[in-house]
């Protein structure tokens, strides 16, 4: 066990649809990082937050929003789902030591089927 | 563009070491990560390198060469559990995740 949960584990929904996952960080980490991984493309990093504000960006879609909350949860919003958005969406938080060692967690992930 | 080379399969004999190799090109280099993925399961993180050097952990090393952009994983003392998939992973100058497209690594008793 990571310490990073995600809910929901699964989660079926139709085209044109809006879906939130959520992600809980492992107490005390500060970081987020959102990453998708389909079959065809591999693993694609999205977004990440540090402490609240956006650190740096990926390929997100502009159909995907993110955002990280005062305790340090985040969510990852999709809207207008296409089959395409069809993955496994795994999110992972970190924490830095010596200034620039840094250690990832991985959440189980929640794998999200469009219809 | 950007890019991450890494080789698709590898196959390796249980109680070997095997090295994975992973060149790159990005716009810029802030590190550089490596994860191993068992199928259906979340990746789990190995190493992250910043410094030009080797760094040891356990039966795991990960090399990093910034002036060549290279780097590579070594697993020692290869166990049946080892076969999965590694990522190499560069974070670019604007902090960027890049992925490579992963080595699946297979492990022969």
């Known amino acids: 066990d990571s310490g990073v949960t995600q809910t929901p584990k699964h989660l079926i929904t139709a085209t044109g649809q809006r879906v939130t996952l959520r992600c809980s960080p492992r107490?005390?980490?500060?970081?987020v990082y959102w990453y998708q991984q389909s079959l065809d493309q591999g693993l694609q990093f999205l977004i990440q937050y540090y402490n609240g504000e956006e650190r740096a960006k990926g390929n997100i879609l502009e159909r995907f929003s993110a955002q990280q909350f005062p305790d340090l949860h985040s969510e990852l919003n999709l809207s207008s789902l296409e089959l395409g958005d069809s993955a496994l969406y795994f999110c992972?938080?970190?924490?830095?030591?010596?200034?620039?060692?840094?250690?990832?967690?991985f959440g189980p992930g929640t794998r999200l089927l469009v219809l | 563009g950007q890019n991450i080379d890494q080789p698709t399969e590898m196959t390796a004999t249980e109680g070997a070491i095997v090295q994975i190799n992973c060149t790159y090109q990005?716009?810029?280099?802030?590190?550089l990560f490596w994860y191993q993925q068992h199928a259906g399961e979340a990746p789990t993180f190995l190493s992250y390198?910043?410094?030009?050097g080797l760094e040891e952990k356990g039966r795991f090393s990960s090399f990093l060469s910034r002036s060549k952009g290279y780097s590579y994983l070594l697993l020692k003392e290869l166990q049946m559990k080892d076969s999965a998939s590694y990522l190499c992973?560069?974070?670019?100058?604007?902090?960027?995740?890049?992925f490579g497209k992963g080595t699946r690594l297979h492990i022969l008793p």
């Open positions: 390198n910043v410094l030009d």
């Open positions: 992973a560069v974070r670019d100058g604007d902090d960027k995740i890049i």
């Open positions: 990005t716009s810029g280099f802030n590190g």
């Open positions: 992972a938080s970190s924490v830095r030591t010596d200034g620039v060692k840094e250690t990832q967690y």
């Open positions: 107490s005390g980490d500060l970081s």
